[in-house]
């Protein structure tokens, strides 16, 4: 089992960046393909960027191209989400997720969950 805790979420102006962070407790994040996915209120769960194990391949959602970043720090057990140039449809609470492929872009649910943390930009 992984259990995975985000930190970095609050309130930003638009315009304004935030950095999430994403630790995992008892298995080292270095294991795992992970990703960070968003639900804002009244909308499914999306995809927001994955990462590989070896931090060589990511993915983007089209929506946050250009303006988030994912990165992953395996000496330090953790995976980031820079996010620059937010934006009120950002709003959401976003999911860290782990899972137990190489590379995985999203496009199924992953092996782990984290508990969330919300993200609010106001215009």
């Known amino acids: 089992q992984v259990q995975l805790v985000e930190s970095g979420g609050g309130l930003v102006q638009a315009g304004g960046s935030l950095r999430l962070s994403c630790g995992a407790s008892r298995r080292s994040v270095s294991r795992f393909a992970m990703g960070w996915f968003r639900q804002a209120p009244g909308k499914e769960r999306e995809v927001v960027a994955t990462?590989?194990?070896?931090?060589?391949?990511?993915y983007y959602a089209d929506f946050v191209k250009g303006r988030f970043t994912i990165s992953r720090d395996n000496a330090k057990n953790t995976v980031y989400l820079q996010m620059n140039s937010l934006k009120p449809e950002d709003t959401a609470v976003y999911y860290c997720?782990?899972?137990?492929?190489?590379?995985?872009?999203?496009?199924?649910?992953?092996?782990?969950w984290g508990q969330g943390t919300q993200v609010t930009v106001s215009s």
């Open positions: 997720a782990a899972s137990n492929a190489a590379y995985y872009s999203g496009s199924y649910n992953p092996d782990y």
């Open positions: 990462i590989s194990v070896s931090g060589g391949r990511t």
